[in-house]
């Protein structure tokens, strides 16, 4: 019986956890630090070794990602207030052509939403979506679904967004990696979420916004394209390059890696290009290039005082992400000291199911339960990485991205991005708020897991 008193521990501290969460009004980060000492002490730890190792665990997930969260952060206020996420909009409305718009816009998502919080970003560019629903005679239900589903999917996986990059640092895998195998993993998940928003023109053809007529929609498209004239917008290509830049770089930086792995580039690595990938392909040097770019391409004539307030403003939204993560950290810290995560890992090896999928249950009760994608994501993380990590030939980046993706799980109720999409969009009856965003979100999901299954066959 003793054997298992740290897997009831763990138990109790996870439903202590959820609990607190849901039910209290005490915040997700002293939550997780109570669960962080349940587990801790049911786990054979005294009280003192408990808070040491959450102090160290708390310092260590951070060491490695909170400063790229910060300056990603950054780079993503200067794209918002430049006028940049709308330039990349009209950029491919105007070369997809009539007809094609919530590919557009779905696509812009997919591009905006990593450097841009995912609700930010659609208020911003909500407005487009409904000139282009006046001029177009387009269902406004399809265009605005198609850029929240193409926001929401790279907003869950793929870095430096703060929830994949927190579960990154917990699972310890290369930033690099995270976010190529994000991108790939998201396209499916946007096209299946697209078709959808199709789908909802045919269920709601006549859908129009309540309380606004014909008038009042004209009047709102002129005031809008009489705005778009008079705002001055960065070019696509200055649009872009703060966002391109940092990928490519960090990508590079993760191909030499596999490179210097291969028998032909052993002992290479202190060749000149693979220090200099190595130097400005780490994820700090290239979102600080990033932040540079943004600055002095998106809004060269802005006073010092002024982008310093921009900056500023930004990391005002960091502070409680980068905390939950620290708090995440400690809590898996605590898990791997006690051996709480070798002896489930024991247990696990026996399922018959893989081992990945254990973040992915995880984020997705956790999702169903409390809501916030990125807290569920950076629990399942916590939860699960010291204790896959002790199984034999798991693939982490995989389980990673498990973890992302079990997050997207039937938003509804209790998660903010529900509530701007449908409150924005007129939308008051519970069961079509559902049908317009909590379905498309599940769909994503599924798509999600199988091809997270299909590449671990793969891989």
């Known amino acids: 019986m003793a054997l298992y008193i740290p897997i009831i521990g763990l138990g109790v501290s996870v439903f202590t956890l959820i609990y607190l969460v849901l039910r209290t009004r005490i915040h997700a980060l002293v939550a997780m630090l109570i669960a962080a000492i349940i587990a801790g002490v049911t786990g054979g730890l005294t009280i003192s070794n408990t808070v040491d190792v959450i102090t160290k665990g708390f310092g260590s997930t951070l060491g490695s990602i909170g400063i790229v969260i910060g300056l990603g952060i950054m780079m993503g206020r200067i794209l918002e207030i430049s006028g940049a996420a709308e330039q990349i909009a009209y950029s491919f409305i105007k070369w997809l052509g009539k007809k094609r718009e919530e590919w557009a816009l779905a696509i812009t998502g997919y591009i905006v939403s990593i450097p841009i919080f995912v609700d930010t970003a659609f208020v911003l560019l909500y407005p487009l979506v409904k000139a282009l629903g006046k001029k177009g005679k387009r269902n406004i239900l399809t265009l605005g679904v198609a850029l929240a589903g193409g926001l929401v999917i790279t907003h869950h996986l793929v870095p430096p967004t703060p929830g994949p990059l927190g579960v990154a640092g917990i699972f310890g895998v290369d930033i690099g990696a995270m976010m190529l195998v994000g991108m790939v993993l998201a396209i499916p998940c946007v096209i299946g979420i697209v078709l959808y928003a199709q789908w909802l023109a045919i269920k709601y053809p006549e859908y129009q916004i309540p309380d606004e007529n014909t008038e009042s929609l004209e009047q709102i498209h002129q005031h809008y394209m009489e705005e778009k004239i008079n705002k001055t917008l960065p070019s696509l290509f200055l649009s872009l390059l703060p966002i391109i830049v940092p990928i490519v770089l960090i990508l590079i930086n993760a191909i030499n890696n596999v490179l210097l792995k291969i028998d032909i580039f052993i002992g290479k690595e202190t060749y000149f290009y693979f220090q200099l990938f190595d130097f400005f392909g780490s994820p700090i040097i290239a979102l600080a290039v990033s932040v540079l770019l943004a600055i002095y391409t998106l809004i060269p004539k802005v006073s010092k005082r002024e982008v310093t307030e921009h900056l500023e403003a930004g990391l005002q939204t960091a502070g409680i992400i980068l905390l939950v993560t620290g708090a995440g950290g400690a809590l898996g810290a605590v898990l791997r000291e006690s051996g709480t995560g070798t002896l489930l890992a024991q247990q696990i090896a026996n399922l018959p199911i893989t081992p990945i999928l254990i973040p992915f249950i995880i984020a997705t009760l956790v999702r169903l339960i409390q809501g916030s994608g990125t807290v569920a994501m950076i629990t399942a993380a916590s939860i699960s ?75």
Do not use: H
């Open 385 to 459: 990485a010291p204790i896959i990590s002790q199984i034999p030939e798991i693939n982490m980046l995989l389980a990673a991205q498990a973890a992302t993706l079990g997050a997207l799980f039937f938003s509804y109720f209790n998660d903010s991005l529900f509530w701007v999409i449908n409150r924005m969009m007129g939308i008051k009856d519970a069961k079509q708020q559902m049908i317009v965003w909590s379905i498309p979100t599940t769909i994503a999901w599924g798509i999600g897991l199988c091809g997270v299954l299909l590449l671990n066959l793969v891989m």
